[in-house]
Every structure is written in C-alpha cells, then in structure tokens.
C-alpha cells in the first residue's frame, strides 16, 4: 500500500504540474487575445472617425460601426468565459467553466461575421490572431478540467490508500505495543523464577552448609571426647599405680621397722 500511495503520489504531482503549464499557456493566450482585439477595436474606432470626417458613403460608417460592435461582443465573450474559470477555480465547482464552453463558439461565429466585412490584409491577420488565442485558451481549459477530474479520482484513491496504511500502522503499533508488554510480562515472570530459584539456592546453600558444619562440629566433639576418655582412663592408671606404689612403700617401712626392733 505504501508504493501505492507514492504511485498515487506522483500522479497527483504529474497532474498537477501539467495543470500549471495548461494555467501559463492559457495566461498567455488570454493576453494575445485581449491585446489583438484591443488593437483591432482601436484601429476600427480611428478609421469610423475618419470616414465621418471625410463623408464616406452611410454604408461605408454602418459597416464601420458594424465591426466596431462585433469587436466589442469579440471582447466580451472573451471576458466572460475568463470570468467563468475565474469562479470555477474560486468555488472548486467545475460544472461553471463547462456550462460556458459554448461562448467559444460564439467567439468563432463572432469571428467569421467580422472576416465577412473586413477587407484589410492586417486586419484579416489579426483575427486569425484572436481565433488562435481563443482555440488555444480553450485547449488548455479542457486540459485543466480533465486533470481536475483525474485529480479528484487520484485524491479520493489517495484517501483510501492513505487510511489503508494508517489502519496497518495502528495495527502494528498495537502489535508492538502488545509484544512489548507480552515481553515485559515474560520478563517479569522469568525475573520471580530466577528469584525464587535464588533463594531456594540460598537455603538448600544454608542447609548444606548447616550439615557440614555439624559434621565438622561432631567429628570434633567425638575427637575431643576420646581424647578426654584417653586422658581419664590415663589418670585412673597412674592414679592405680601411685596406689600400688604408696602401699608397697607402706609395706616395706613396716618391714623395716619390724626389723629393727
């Protein structure tokens, strides 16, 4: 979805940069037009005063006027569909500039109307000069309808990709989210298993060293209780012995004093 959404992405830019092209060509046949029917109108308008400033025959002025009138509707409809893509781009609402497309034909009606009356090399020249300027604007105002269209078909797909790849984005955070906390509770419960495993260690450690330690004491309690038992059973003796010598010293002074006597 999200090379989609880049594909979208570069249309909608596309379209759009087309759309500015179109929007500079049409400004400048726009130009060209007002400027070639401004300059039509003026050389229309002195060539009327001069025929009435030297009597030209009434049909000669009506003809004149005639010109001047078509040059002047010229000029208007011209305005008039440059108005009518001005609100259509202002309102975003496409059906005004399409309900004026047929002014261009009236532009083009206006200007074979003129060409029937006008007889002037230059002025022949410039309304092939408007009729181009008109063709050209209405080229590029079709073009910027049809991308405006795609563009808007391009947006509503954008909008959709768009909340496609939000959707999976939440999704994968929530998954992220819930891994972590699967992680942490793992975790946690791996942390009181190694506690628990730690402090059973300790006491059977505590224990162990408990028993030997009365192993030690009670292999030195009986080491030491033989030894006492050696030493008393010593002390009976010699104390035997000393008996034995104390009565025999008894008897041999009573021999000796028997003896004497």
Partial sequence: KVQ????ILDKIHTLNKANETAKNKMD????NFIKSGYEFLESQNKAFREDIANNLADEKIIERNEKINIVNEIIHLGNAIRLANFRSQAL??????????GVFKQIND???ELKKITHQEADLKQ???NRNAAEEYKLNLLEIITNNEKLEVEGAALTAAGGVI???AKETASAGIEETAHIANTAKEALGSTVNTLIIGAIV???IAILCAWVVVSGIVKVLTRVANDMNAGAEQVASAAGQVSSSSQQLAQ???EQAS
């Fill in 110 to 112: 206006k200007l074979d």
């Fill in 4 to 7: 989609e959404y880049d594909k």
């Fill in 127 to 129: 309304i092939e000069v």
């Fill in 28 to 31: 400048s046949a726009a130009q």
């Fill in 166 to 168: 939000t959707q999976k």
């Fill in 92 to 101: 975003r609402e496409a059906k005004i500039v399409k309900d004026n497309l």
């Fill in 255 to 257: 021999g000796a004093a």
């Fill in 205 to 207: 450690a505590i224990i």
